[in-house]
């Protein structure tokens, strides 16, 4: 085939599958959607954090994150709580059984 093992005249085509001989198009994977949880501030608590992550999953959210890093508040801001990602992530991942599960920087 022209331009490797891509199909002559098609447009737009996934990367990821095309060293393997089998591109895909853009459109033919269904896009998947992630939730981002607060844990910090007043969202910093654990059990809730997980109790929102399990509810994520039963309304059918494909991923559940948390942040990594603390947050900096102003130094005339009162300090905030801050529940820490992998602790939270593990009892996440206990507690469901199919969204994928990340932090949003490392």
Do not use: H, K, Q
Not at 1 to 22: D, E, L
Not at 42 to 63: F, H, M, N, Q, R
Not at 64 to 88: I, K, S
């Amino acid at each position: 085939m022209p331009g490797g093992n891509r199909p002559a005249g098609v447009g737009y085509w996934a990367i990821s599958g095309c060293a393997t001989g089998t591109c895909l198009p853009l459109n033919s994977a269904p896009m998947r959607f992630g939730v981002t949880l607060p844990n910090t501030g007043y969202g910093g608590d654990p059990a809730t954090l997980i109790e929102l992550a399990v509810d994520a999953e039963e309304a059918g959210w494909d991923g559940v994150f948390f942040w990594d890093t603390p947050y900096a508040a102003a130094p005339d801001e009162p300090v905030m709580a801050f529940a820490d990602a992998w602790v939270l992530l593990s009892g996440v991942a206990l507690s469901t059984e199919r969204v994928r599960l990340g932090t949003m920087l490392t």
